[in-house]
């Protein structure tokens, strides 16, 4: 971003940056560049990851539809965006931000990308004694032990923790609760990050009092 905001011709530079982000960060799947002048959005640069497109027996249109919520009006308000992009295919996380501002404060381009979940979802994919997974502030599933919740886009709509979490003014909380469906009682904590995803972990109290009760008899 940097190096675009001090370039006099952004543009002129994007394919080169999109192709280097693509080769160099074995994340990344696929980078969007686009500019905005006098209402009218033009594409400078895109790139995709061919490798990534054959393993996954993708089209780069089959790709870039996935990312449909990705909104470039609201990205080009000054909004970052961040959602679950994947398909029944493969994880997919999709990410839009401004990156260069005119001297009038509008944003004049933004980059659109789509990188691998891989890294997210391996720190979340052992479930242990608690469980801990990766939403955002509707409930939808990001990172999640169970995969088919992160490629189905699971909206985890009645936990009491994730309620809680996406209407906190607070970015930590933490908190006991009975849980209807398993008609038992969990503690639980979450942690929101700056793109505002929530990191919720949560334990049955059975489990975790347990070594107190074995120590009371």
Not at 56 to 82: C, N, S, W, Y
Not at 126 to 140: A, I, Q, Y
């Amino acid at each position: 971003a940097q190096t675009l905001e001090n370039s006099p011709a952004p543009e002129e530079s994007a394919q080169k940056i999109a192709d280097v982000v693509i080769s160099e960060d074995l994340d990344f799947v696929s980078f969007t560049l686009l500019s905005s002048e006098n209402n009218q959005v033009r594409q400078n640069a895109q790139v995709f990851k061919k490798s990534y497109l054959q393993e996954h027996q993708m089209t780069e249109k089959e790709l870039a539809d996935l990312r449909v919520e990705l909104i470039p009006a609201k990205i080009f308000r000054g909004e970052i965006m961040l959602i679950n992009s994947s398909s029944p295919k493969t994880p997919l996380l999709s990410l839009g931000v401004p990156i260069v501002k005119n001297d009038a404060g509008q944003v004049t381009h933004i980059a659109m990308a789509d990188f691998k979940l891989d890294r997210v979802s391996a720190a979340f994919a052992k479930k242990g004694v608690r469980e801990h997974f990766l939403v955002d502030s509707m409930g939808r599933v990001f990172a999640h032990f169970d995969e088919s919740f992160v490629l189905q886009k699971k909206v985890i709509k009645f936990n009491e923790l994730v309620s809680q979490a996406v209407r906190s003014p607070v970015n930590y909380g933490q908190t006991k609760y009975y849980d209807s469906e398993s008609k038992q009682w969990f503690f639980g904590a979450f942690a929101r990050n700056p793109l505002g995803l929530y990191a919720i972990v949560q334990a049955p109290q059975k489990v975790i009092l347990e070594p107190a009760e074995v120590l009371r008899r």
